[in-house]
């Protein structure tokens, strides 16, 4: 059921999601326009046309900057407002009859959203390297091309970083689930606050970013002072210190997204309010 389940939520998240990546891939597509006519217009006389171009060149390219960086945020958005339409208007009705437990409807919708975090990294990180070829293509494929080597022989001669590589990859999809189900949480208790649940739920989202963040620099402090202790007494603690500080933050991570989850089943099964 599970599988049915993500099928569903494939479908009626694609759209969204695929129609963005449209905008994006087209604003890259007019930026890489704009500036091979800047590249032509450079060998006419021209003057005030190629005033025109630069500034049309500079003002494209500072968007594409900035969408590339926005894409990294639409996973949430997207997957927040896809849930706050599946659980909190009329479409909730047609959710919340089928014959399957709220917890693997969550579930599902956490996959999908995960899946969809992952597709996007990959698409902004290939709009990044497009974006950089249109200024000198040859520069970019050899950048590509030594940039693997490059890793490997730093993580070879610092191995430390390589367990710093290994500790992101294992702790980013914990990251990422629990910036998610924070999303789906707030939409979930703003389901019991009336007529304004949309506002709610926003306040909620923003009340609790703001009580994690409190909560994680409070658990952050004691190994902050530790890791300015011991950055006068070797690079070796230095180290041992920044790992201990990334091993508490994804412990912390964990019992809060297992704090999200529940907090999410339990609103949507006892107090989830569709009128």
């Not at 959203?113 to 520069?139: C, H, K, N, P, Y």
């Not at 924070?182 to 009336?194: L, P």
Request: with cysteine; charged share 10%.
């Amino acid at each position: 059921m599970l599988v049915k389940l993500m099928k569903y939520e494939f479908r009626a998240t694609a759209r969204l999601f695929l129609s963005a990546y449209g905008i994006f891939a087209a604003l890259l597509v007019i930026d890489r326009l704009s500036i091979s006519s800047l590249l032509f217009l450079s060998s006419t006389n021209l003057e005030f046309a190629k005033l025109l171009s630069a500034g049309a060149v500079f003002v494209l390219c500072i968007l594409t900057v900035l969408a590339i960086f926005t894409l990294f945020f639409c996973p949430v958005l997207f997957s927040a407002i896809r849930f706050y339409r599946s659980t909190a208007t009329d479409e909730g009705y047609l959710t919340f009859t089928l014959p399957v437990k709220t917890e693997l409807i969550i579930l599902s919708k956490l996959l999908v959203a995960l899946i969809w975090q992952i597709a996007t990294a990959v698409f902004a990180a290939a709009l990044g390297v497009l974006f950089f070829m249109t200024f000198d293509l040859r520069s970019t494929l050899d950048m590509l091309r030594l940039f693997p080597e490059g890793i490997v022989r730093t993580i070879v001669s610092h191995p430390s970083l390589g367990a710093y590589c290994v500790q992101f990859l294992l702790f980013a999809p914990i990251h990422a689930a629990y910036g998610i189900l924070q999303a789906y949480s707030a939409v979930s208790i703003g389901q019991s606050c009336g007529r304004h649940k949309l506002l709610a739920s926003i306040g909620i989202y923003i009340g609790m970013n703001f009580a994690v963040s409190f909560l994680s620099q409070v658990v952050a402090i004691p190994v902050t002072i530790s890791m300015l202790s011991a950055a006068g007494t070797g690079i070796r603690i230095l180290q041992d210190t920044l790992a201990l500080n990334a091993a508490l933050s994804a412990l912390l991570t964990t019992g809060l997204l297992a704090a999200q989850f529940f907090l999410c089943r339990y609103f949507l099964k006892k107090k989830l309010n569709l009128s």
